[in-house]
C-alpha cells in the first residue's frame, strides 16, 4: 500500500453507524464452531486482526469469556479508544487487550485457536497469501475467519473512485480487486487443507440523518481521500461537496431514512483436530 493511500482513522466517526457494523461480525462468529479443548487450566487463546476501536472485539469476549484475546490494529487512535473502553480481564476470568501490528506484515508468534478479521482484510494488498502462515499458526481444530466488504462496484464507491482523478487522486482508492469472489476464497482455503464454509450477504441498511451515506463513507471508505487532501482543506470540501451530490442521486431519501445496500463476503476456514 502506498503512503498515500494509508488512511488516517477517527474512531468517534466509525462508531457512528457502529451497530450496522458491528451486525456482520456477529453473523460470522455464528458461523465459528467451538474452540479446541484446553489443557487444564489453559485458556483459549484468539487474535482479532484490525481490531479498530474494539467494540466487536468485545463480542469475542462475550462468546468465549475465558479466553485470552488480543485485538492488533494499526492505528494508534483506534488502539487508544480499544484501551480505554475494552481492555481488562473479562467476566468468565479471561483477558481482553490490545497491541500495535500491521497485519500486512504480522506473523503469529504463538499458537492460536481463532484467529479472525473483520472488515480489514480488504486494506492488505494481496492479503489472500498470507492465509498459509496465519493458519500455520492455528491450532489442530482451530478457525480462521474474515468477513470483507464485497461492494466495490457499488455507487458509493464506484462513484468515489470517478471523482478522485479531478484531485489528483487516481491512485489513492481501492478497486474490485481489493477483495477476492467468494469462489477464490472458497478454493484458496480449501487448497490449504481446510473445511472452507464461505457465502455472501447483501445488507440493506435504513440509514437516519443527514447525508448518511456520505457519514457512513468517512468513517471508512473515504479515509484514504479524507487523509490525502488534510491539508488542502479548499479542496477537500470540493471533492466532499461534489461527492455529496452524486450520492443523494445514487442513494434517493425515503420517507423512513435512506436505504443503503451493503455487500459482504465472509469465509470460515475450519482445521481438523
Not at 497469501?129 to 455507487?155: H, I, M, S
Not at 464506484?158 to 471523482?163: A, I, K, V
Request: glycine fraction near 8%.
Amino acid at each position: 500500500m502506498s503512503a498515500a493511500a494509508a488512511p488516517t482513522w477517527d474512531p468517534a466517526q466509525y462508531l457512528r453507524h457502529a451497530g450496522h457494523r458491528a451486525r456482520p461480525f456477529a453473523d460470522l462468529l455464528a458461523r465459528v464452531p467451538d474452540l479446541p479443548a484446553q489443557p487444564s487450566g489453559g485458556r483459549p487463546r484468539i487474535a482479532d486482526l484490525g481490531c479498530g476501536p474494539g467494540n466487536v472485539t468485545a463480542l469475542l469476549a462475550q462468546r468465549w469469556p475465558t479466553a485470552h484475546i488480543t485485538g492488533y490494529d494499526n492505528s494508534v487512535d483506534m488502539l487508544d479508544q480499544a484501551h480505554v473502553e475494552h481492555e481488562g480481564p473479562t467476566a468468565g476470568g479471561g483477558r481482553l487487550d490490545f497491541a500495535h501490528a500491521d497485519v500486512r506484515t504480522w506473523t503469529p508468534e504463538e499458537p492460536y485457536d481463532l484467529i479472525v478479521s473483520n472488515a480489514t482484510l480488504q486494506w492488505v494488498p494481496g492479503h489472500a497469501d498470507r492465509f498459509a502462515d496465519w493458519l500455520r499458526a492455528v491450532r489442530p481444530g482451530g478457525t480462521f475467519a474474515f468477513q470483507v466488504p464485497g461492494n466495490f462496484d457499488a455507487p458509493s464507491h464506484r462513484l468515489m473512485r470517478d471523482l478522485a482523478p479531478r484531485y489528483g487522486l487516481g491512485d489513492t482508492l481501492r478497486h474490485e480487486d481489493a477483495v477476492l469472489t467468494p469462489r477464490d476464497y472458497l478454493a484458496r482455503l480449501t487448497d490449504l487443507g481446510c473445511a472452507a464454509d464461505v457465502w455472501e450477504t447483501t445488507y440493506v441498511h435504513l440509514l437516519t440523518g443527514e447525508d448518511p451515506v456520505l457519514d457512513w463513507v468517512k468513517g471508512t471508505g473515504l479515509r484514504p481521500v479524507l487523509t490525502a487532501l488534510a491539508d488542502a482543506p479548499d479542496q477537500r470540501e470540493a471533492f466532499l461537496s461534489d461527492y455529496r451530490a452524486a450520492l443523494r442521486e445514487a442513494y434517493p431519501a425515503t420517507a423512513h431514512g435512506t436505504p443503503f445496500p451493503f455487500r459482504r463476503i465472509f469465509a470460515v476456514a475450519h482445521k481438523e483436530a
